[in-house]
């Protein structure tokens, strides 16, 4: 109830006009009639609206017990000093990890730094008349631009994974890319559950919670898990967390292999293709266009990206978006067309990308964590992702996706809708206006689930654009 009424403090009171630049809203006029109910999902029975189709959040996932067992059996044989203080350290530098800025990008920096030292010289020597003409120190003039550079750009550096940071990076971060993949693969599976996936290439595998979270979900479909990442280190961690704690040492479910390089040929194909916090561990932007190529091409069904919840993590989604829906390759080596899948209802750019504003899109999935002393009972991570496929989409229903919490009052719902025409929407959502049918879908919905609504883009009667004050709870009268 406090985080919905510091939202309402945030948006206003119920009638009010939202300007464009607020929130990077585009609108506060609802463009939804109906509820798409073309399939009857709902017929008679009122509960089916709070698992309507277009719902996808998840409560709360959990670790693999098996996997879990695992991890705590190596925490406790582990010797690494301060690990608790070690973990913190480095869940916030993986954090605000940003991508390595390009020579290009640098050197004009450098210039418009250097030209600003030379105007501000200049300027002081004018109003001082006295003194004779000026003869800049080049030398000085250097290190002021240097250290000016050194405060104002980011400084990236490779990681390199050795046994220790290996370790703890599981125990830092396992869990929660293990919570956002999994939560990728569960709109993959409820949207379609005719999707069996034999094969599967995990691009930055680290620990393989991709292939856990895989075989979590599809189980014995999977024939082959394909972890590539290039710390010997990291593999060799994956491989005992993937053989527990049997004296056999044979792992946990089958197919699964570790490899330090990609496949070279290209008819090597992958039902599913992930790649989970690994953009920014490529040292620029050339590497990440050839990446993407490779792992688009090795696609035959799904390709999956997960970044950091950060306007980073999202500007690198968005850059593969792009790149990948503009190939131009000169060889084909599938005619079928990129599709996006998810998050985005639109292959036009993201509204939330504005230059004066921009917004990442981002999406929140609870979890329970490795149960150790630091860490809660429950926990949350912040992720962005972006599901591409192969195919025309036309399966797809085009059903617009919540962007923020929904905020359900008295007689009516705030729902942020990003819309297939490319817009962002704040719909204002009643019984009276819309239905009963849709009203309930929507105060049961959560950000990141999408609304199963007809018509999105059709204009209603002005009538219906005006918030009566006969509709307005208790609550929101006392706002006014």
């Keep these: ?33 109906q509820v798409d109910n073309t399939s009857d999902f709902l017929g008679k029975h009122s509960s089916r609206r709070r698992h309507h189709p277009g719902v996808l959040h998840l409560k709360s996932v959990s670790l693999p017990p098996e996997l879990v ?13 301060n690990m ?63 250290n000016a550079i050194r405060k104002t750009t980011y400084h990236w550096k490779p990681l390199k994974y050795t046994d220790e940071l290996s370790f703890l990076y599981m125990v830092a971060r396992m869990d929660g890319v293990f919570a956002a993949v999994f939560r990728a693969f569960h709109e993959i599976h ?34 082959e898990y394909m972890n590539i990442d290039c710390s010997a280190s990291m ?46 561990e490529l040292p620029g932007y050339s590497e990440r266009v050839e990446t993407l ?7 035959d069904g799904f390709l999956v990206l997960v970044e950091n919840g950060t306007k980073e993590g999202h500007q690198m989604l968005m850059e593969a978006r792009d790149l990948i829906l503009h190939d131009e390759e000169k060889v084909a080596h599938d005619p079928r067309e990129p599709y996006v899948f998810a998050p985005c209802p639109h292959h036009l750019p993201c509204p939330r990308l504005s230059r004066d504003q921009p917004l990442p899109c981002n999406f929140i999935q609870k979890y329970q964590p490795l149960p150790f002393k630091w ?33 359900a009052r008295s ?49 209603l009667s002005p009538e219906a654009e005006e918030e009566t004050e006969d509709e307005k709870g208790p609550a929101d009268k006392d706002q006014s």
């Design 190 to 223: 409820k949207r379609v559950p005719d999707f069996q996936p034999r094969t599967l290439l995990d691009f930055g595998s680290g620990t393989g919670a991709a292939s856990w979270a895989a075989h979590s979900i599809w189980g014995q479909s999977v024939k």
């Design 411 to 459: 007689s009516h719902a705030h729902v942020h809708l990003c819309c297939p025409d490319g817009s962002l929407q704040h719909a204002i959502i009643t019984a009276k206006k819309h239905g009963s049918d849709l009203y309930q879908c929507a105060r049961r919905s959560k950000c990141g689930d999408r609304l199963p609504v007809l018509n999105s883009l059709s204009e």
């Design 84 to 146: 608790e203080k070690q973990i913190k350290a480095l869940t916030n530098y993986l954090w605000s990890r940003k991508r390595p800025v390009e020579i290009t990008e640098l050197y004009q920096k450098v210039h418009k730094v250097e030209q600003q030292l030379k105007e501000e010289i200049a300027h002081a020597h004018q109003e001082d008349s006295v003194s004779p003409p000026i003869q800049i120190d080049q030398q000085k003039l250097q290190r002021k631009v240097l």
């Design 293 to 299: 190529h490779t792992l688009w091409r090795k696609t």
């Design 235 to 280: 593999l060799a961690l994956a491989e005992k967390l993937m053989k527990g704690l049997s004296e056999e040492q044979t792992p946990c479910f089958p197919g699964v292999y570790f490899r330090q390089f990609l496949p070279v040929s290209p008819k090597v194909k992958f039902d599913l293709v992930v790649s989970a916090y690994s953009l920014n």
């Design 1 to 33: 109830m406090a985080a919905a009424r510091r939202l309402w403090r945030t948006w206003g009171s119920v009638g009010t006009t939202v300007s464009s630049s607020s929130r990077g809203l585009a609108s506060v006029i609802p463009r939804i009639s």
């Design 69 to 81: 067992e695992t991890a705590r059996f190596l925490v406790d044989q582990s010797s690494v000093r």
């Design 375 to 407: 860490n809660p009972p429950q926990k949350e991570e912040r992720f962005s992702f972006l599901i591409l496929s192969r195919g025309s989409g036309k399966s797809t229903e085009p059903w617009p996706r919540i962007t923020q919490p929904v905020l």
